[in-house]
């Protein structure tokens, strides 16, 4: 077995440079949710060169596929994004902020990377199976809008993951650590009045302004924030005023939430209460209120027997190393960042053990997180959501992070769309395939450890199952400004 693992690998170093074409290609094509055509033909094409068995437009989105190999148990998920964020463009490799495309999309989320590395290692896993002989089934799940628009929960809802034993997954970051962190539930809903429109001077009587049901839910809603749990978050964005006239009654106006909590459950209930405060403030002033569901996403479930297996391969797998031009280019975007907090620092007490805490701690100061970083024993919280969350919930599933950036260089930022096409983030992309194909491997080997997954997740859920909070006749829609 061995040495049909050796093959699988090899087949990785081999393809590294198709790989990394890939992975620049969608860079510079920067797509974002629910609009990734053109990135959807380069991994669906890929993945038939690398002879996989594709289905395309899967759940009824366009951009939503999956490729497939090998049959029977066990049946191993693998999934990749490569969706791009508005308004983060930016030029390759440069030290100031100069976007590529004024106002233009760029993957300041590393997706290009997500993509074709979780697609690499999906080719590295079809290796192992054919090579080997053994039963097995790999599909890569090419799951699209993950930014803002929930896809994976899209396709949930449609039964897309329902016959995987596992999933695994990776997120481009600057570190080399299974994640053992979860992640919030969140939904996002849109708050519609009308209202009657009416000269605001010689006949105010005769108006109903949509505008003041907004402000007055709104009002309601910090109200309640004294009353929810610490852990819930609702943010909201003003996303039609009505218009720029104040002499006018304004007749219509939106509110768009984003209302977010520790679980599906709680979430669930939270919603209910922002609905009625909605319907309260649409009574104080006799709008209509229409309740515009956009899309929800689960919380994330770590895996206690997941997570072991792939710290097991990160620490007998070694990271990168980098050249002196890598650690000066890395040494050099960090000198670029606006703020230079270091979070970490405030994690470190996860780690219960004292020695891997103090060796944490040493590693501060480096430009690029060479390292891998021991398991944290408590787990922490991501502070956002993925819709990752809600396969967590329907299989046992893991996240890797491999370090495609220079140290503390934050998500979402011009640096991290900068350094996308770096030989940092490529060297970072192809580690991480090698892990999760690695993990995966472990997995197909021990059965034994598939079940223990599944137990780990059955008693994580406490009895709970995977329901999706996305009403059926809801469709995945764009988010892009218009
Ligand atoms: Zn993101
Ligand atoms: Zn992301």
New binding site residues.
Partial sequence: MKEVLQKAFSLLDNETENFCALSDKIWEIPETAFLEYESTAVLVKALKDYGFEVSEKVAGIDTAFLGRYGSGKPVIGILGEYDA?SGLSQKSCQLTKEPLVDGGAGH??G?NLLGVGALAAAVAIKEYIKESGCSGTVIFYGCPG??GGSGKAFMARDGIFDELDCAITWHPWDTNRTSNESSLANYQVAYRFKGISSHAASSPHLGRSALDAVELMNVGVQFLREHMLDSARIHYAITDAGGFSPNVVQPKAEVLYLIRAKDNTYLAELYQRVNKIAQGAALMTETELEIDFIKACSNFVCNDTLMQVMQQSLEENAPPTYTEEEVQFARDIQNSLENKANPYLRQSSRYANEADRKFILSQMDKPIFDFVWPFANVEGDMG?STDVGDVSWICPTVQLMTATKPALVP??SWQMTGVGKSSIAHKGMMYAAKIMADTAIRLIEDPEKIEAAKADLVAKLGGAKYECAIPKQVRPRAIAPK
């Fill in positions: 964020l300041g989320c997706h993950e930014e956002g998500g979402h």
